[in-house]
Nanobody, 125 residues
Framework: QVQLVESGGGLVQAGGSLRLSCKSL????????VGWFRQVPGKGREALSCIGTGGESTYYSDAVKGRFTIARDDAQDTIYLEMNNLKSEDTATYYC??????????????????WGQGTQVTVSS
């Protein structure tokens, strides 16, 4: 079973930055596209970004384009999400998940049912 662990969240002021990490504990990530998602209580999970194998292809939702950057370090089996110019509306729990061909963010493919514990990001205004 895939085991991804998110970390790096915290409390930050509006306009600040955070870098989230998504580390695989169970399998090497180099052959997988991986996406970042977020959820606030009472709302559905939102696809934010995805990075393809090799890192050549990246995708972003309109909500984060130009502010967030996704990257991967396959030697560390880790996917990063660099978040800049954070806004109060970015407050959420952030998750990562394997996303074959980045289908979730590109075509609205239904995500898998397994999610990690996520990492909380709180942006104060």
């Amino acid at each position: 079973q895939v085991q991804l662990v998110e970390s790096g969240g915290g409390l930050v002021q509006a306009g600040g930055s955070l870098r989230l990490s998504c580390k695989s504990l169970s399998l090497p990530l180099e052959h997988y596209a991986v996406g970042w998602f977020r959820q606030v209580p009472g709302k559905g999970r939102e696809a934010l970004s995805c990075i393809g194998t090799g890192g050549e292809s990246t995708y972003y939702s309109d909500a984060v384009k130009g502010r967030f950057t996704i990257a991967r370090d396959d030697a560390q089996d880790t996917i990063y999400l660099e978040m800049n110019n954070l806004k109060s509306e970015d407050t959420a729990t952030y998750y990562c998940q394997l996303d074959p061909e980045c289908g979730i963010i590109r075509r609205g493919v239904r995500p898998g049912d397994y999610w990690g514990q996520g990492t909380q990001v709180t942006v104060s205004s």
